[in-house]
């Protein structure tokens, strides 16, 4: 049965009983929904201001500052941990070392020196002494199986003749030559 049809007819007197039953069910119905909402609506009631700060408050240290002090506590424990990983490891690399920069720059000039012998170098040096030491640097080398076997590696920068320059790698544990690089002066 349709409402519109049923409720025309019980307004202009010419309903049915059936349809004069059928319109009174659903207008209870439709009381009975209405009153349901009332009793479920919420009551809101503008909150003062003290109200407002406190929830801005929890709302700050529950979202905000407790996440974010457990961020920054893990990154200080791992950085804690990383240092002292990395740390150790330059400790003993320290240890091994047996020649220093000085050390490592004589066996670089006395290298290249060689270099110029053997015919790979072309320059006029008549000594090892006739080569420039413009810069010697140590880089460390982390050997993440065996930190004590961590180690430092000295890098020398030779000058001759004003136009080339040698990069000549030196292991610092042993005085050994890793690698000669002969490019122009920068």
């Known amino acids: 049965m349709n409402f519109e049809d049923a409720f025309n007819n019980y307004k202009n007197g010419t309903?049915?009983?059936e349809e004069k039953a059928y319109v009174k069910e659903q207008i209870g119905l439709a009381n009975a929904l209405l009153d349901g909402d009332e009793k479920r609506g919420a009551s809101f009631v503008e909150a003062d201001a003290e109200t407002v700060k406190k929830a801005k408050k929890k709302f700050k240290?529950?979202?905000?500052?407790?996440?974010?002090?457990?961020?920054?506590g893990t990154?200080?424990?791992i950085a804690a941990i990383l240092g002292g990983v990395f740390g150790s490891a330059a400790s003993y690399?320290?240890?091994q070392i047996m020649f220093d920069r000085a050390a490592c720059s004589e066996i670089a000039k006395a290298e290249a020196f060689r270099y110029q012998q053997d015919g790979k170098l072309a320059?006029?040096?008549?000594?090892?002494?006739?080569?420039?030491?413009?810069?010697?640097d140590a880089e460390f080398n982390y050997n993440s199986h065996d930190i004590t076997?961590?180690?430092y590696t000295c890098y020398v920068?030779?000058?001759?003749?004003?136009?080339k320059a040698a990069y000549i790698e030196v292991d610092t544990r042993t005085g050994e030559v890793k690698r000669v690089v002969v490019k122009k002066n920068d």
């Open 15 to 17: 309903a049915t009983e």
């Open 61 to 72: 240290w529950q979202y905000v500052v407790v996440p974010l002090c457990a961020f920054v």
């Open 75 to 77: 990154l200080m424990v």
């Open 93 to 95: 690399a320290k240890k």
């Open 123 to 136: 320059t006029t040096a008549q000594s090892a002494d006739d080569f420039v030491v413009k810069d010697t």
């Open 149 to 151: 076997t961590s180690y």
């Open 157 to 163: 920068k030779l000058y001759f003749e004003d136009e």
